[in-house]
């Protein structure tokens, strides 16, 4: 009898990490008879960075169960597996190998969440002279193309001002053409420290307890990245559309009503507060952000979540997280290389390890290497305060954050870490450094209670580092800021300075750069 040849493969979708929404432009026009999914789990995405074991077992998790999603449908998967021996180890030597063997006519993408994985995959298509389809990711509200020129009609970037325009376009949380409650932000209303009594009894979020494939997941990354940073205990995460619903209505019954006036709260013991724990979900596209919107603005109109919380929670979204987007393709690829204020010195170790007796860092540290999670105020002000008032080179504390929490992907963390963080990029994402000293984290939090050092004290053997880093970060950088519109107090604050304080502070900034960098306490 005599054999046909294997009908050669019409379009070959590609399904990154990242990328698993069965609704993406990716599978427009897919047909199950002519078309097939590749995707692959290799070592490379894992170690670029340094990456957290939660962080490789959540997005390895959520890729296994997408393929058998996909696959109970009756689409034809291309899957290889992390520890299958014949791994190439990297996206482009696995997609290489796929491509000789099947031979497409055409690769078919959505834009991936990094410019890196980006290149690759054109490079891998043009080096096999297969043609790549890479299609817009409709799971934002606002396109790259329609932010770039956005951006090209501004002489300044500013959120507020896109925030402003996507509400007025969407309608979301408008009356008419008036934002609803008469205002565009209730910022004044949602930076509430607990005071001394602290949170009280915070309703815990819903868990999601490993099942058998997260747990093979778990078991492949811990032989294959024995060494690698964080713990795999605490791994309870929602790794497929039906469980992030799940944590969203969670999140709605339960914590969204006081998320506005604590969102910038932190507190011994409690990682997540009130927080969401939707970020990884949606930036793995389990979660449509037109899903979570709508579902939170409808308990603003029902009375179930007062307008401050509401109007805090959708600005995150359509906000911060739209333009945090258009800003890393607006500026891509030369943005990772800023660094406005020169700073050069390396990361802490502690940084991997938590070890070190500043409690804010300790606590901030310790959470993210337990759980693979801090708020953007742990974020922002603690771990990223302390190393831009140290000066730690931007990239690597890019590389940092990239490695350590489960939702990082580079289009979204580079810009809060290089840009907001670190105000590497010289006012594109901020328009000031975040600078403070650490009285802002003993206003915030009561992590200072169980600190030895206090915050109110710049120099002496009790100055807390982040006081006294905080002026030298100012002394240091007086030239620049000075003009800075908005860093004019703080200048005239430094201007009361004798000569004599200012070596006094020179000396200690010295010290605690010194032990810093050697790891260990100042």
Not at 190 to 200: A, I, L, V
Not at 201 to 222: D, Q
Not at 497 to 519: H, I, Y
């Amino acid at each position: 009898m005599k054999k046909h040849p294997a009908k050669r493969t019409r379009h070959l979708v590609l399904v990154l990490g990242d990328q698993l929404d069965r609704h993406s432009a990716a599978f427009d026009g897919f047909d199950p008879a002519a078309d097939a999914v590749w995707m692959a789990e290799v070592p490379e995405e894992s170690t670029h960075v340094w990456s957290h074991k939660a962080r490789i077992t959540m997005f390895l998790s959520a890729m296994r169960h997408f393929r058998d999603a996909l696959k109970k449908e009756g689409l034809t998967v291309h899957y290889r597996l992390l520890d299958h021996p014949e791994n190439r180890g990297s996206l482009s030597g696995e997609l290489t190998r796929t491509l000789k063997q099947l031979k497409p006519k055409r690769l078919i993408s959505a834009v991936p969440g990094a410019w890196r994985v980006q290149r690759a995959l054109k490079k891998t298509a043009q080096a096999m002279h297969t043609q790549i389809d890479i299609r817009p990711d409709r799971h934002f509200l606002a396109s790259s193309e329609a932010f770039s020129q956005y951006a090209a009609q501004r002489k300044q970037l500013r959120m507020e001002f896109f925030y402003r325009q996507v509400r007025k376009k969407t309608g979301i949380l408008m009356a008419g053409d008036k934002p609803a409650g008469g205002k565009w932000n209730f910022d004044a209303e949602n930076r509430q420290g607990f005071g001394k009594e602290g949170p009280g009894s915070v309703p815990a979020p819903r868990s999601f307890p490993p099942n058998s494939l997260t747990r093979e997941v778990m078991a492949a990354v811990e032989k294959r990245f024995p060494d690698h940073p964080g713990s795999l205990k605490r791994f309870d995460w929602p790794i497929t559309p039906k469980q992030a619903r799940l944590a969203l209505d969670d999140f709605i019954d339960h914590r969204l009503h006081r998320f506005g006036p604590y969102q910038d709260a932190m507190w011994t013991g409690e990682p997540y507060l009130y927080h969401s724990r939707l970020s990884a979900a949606m930036n793995l596209k389990l979660l449509d952000p037109r899903e979570v919107v709508a579902a939170v603005e409808k308990a603003y109109h029902t009375g179930q979540a007062p307008l401050n919380s509401v109007e805090g929670f959708i600005r995150q979204i359509i906000g911060w997280r739209e333009y945090v987007r258009g800003v890393y393709w607006f500026f891509m690829p030369d943005y990772l290389n800023r660094n406005t204020l020169g700073a050069a010195r390396p990361l802490p170790r502690f940084y991997w390890t938590g070890e070190t007796d500043m409690n804010c860092l300790r606590q901030a540290i310790g959470q993210t290497l337990e759980y693979g999670l801090c708020h953007h105020i742990q974020r922002l002000m603690v771990t990223g305060l302390f190393a831009l008032l140290l000066g730690v080179k931007p990239q690597e504390v890019h590389a940092w954050y990239l490695a350590v929490y489960v939702d990082a992907v580079e289009w979204i963390e580079l810009p809060n870490t290089l840009g907001m963080s670190q105000f590497a990029d010289g006012g594109v994402m901020a328009s000031k450094p975040y600078a403070a000293s650490g009285k802002y984290i003993q206003r915030m939090s009561n992590y200072c209670v169980d600190c030895p050092y206090e915050p109110g004290q710049s120099t002496g053997e009790k100055a807390c580092p982040f006081t006294t880093l905080y002026w030298d970060f100012l002394m240091r950088h007086e030239s620049l800021l000075r003009k800075n519109p908005r860093m004019q107090l703080q200048l005239r604050n430094l201007n009361r300075l004798s000569p004599e304080e200012r070596r006094r502070l020179k000396g200690q900034a010295d010290r605690v750069k010194a032990f810093a960098t050697n790891s260990e306490n100042p």
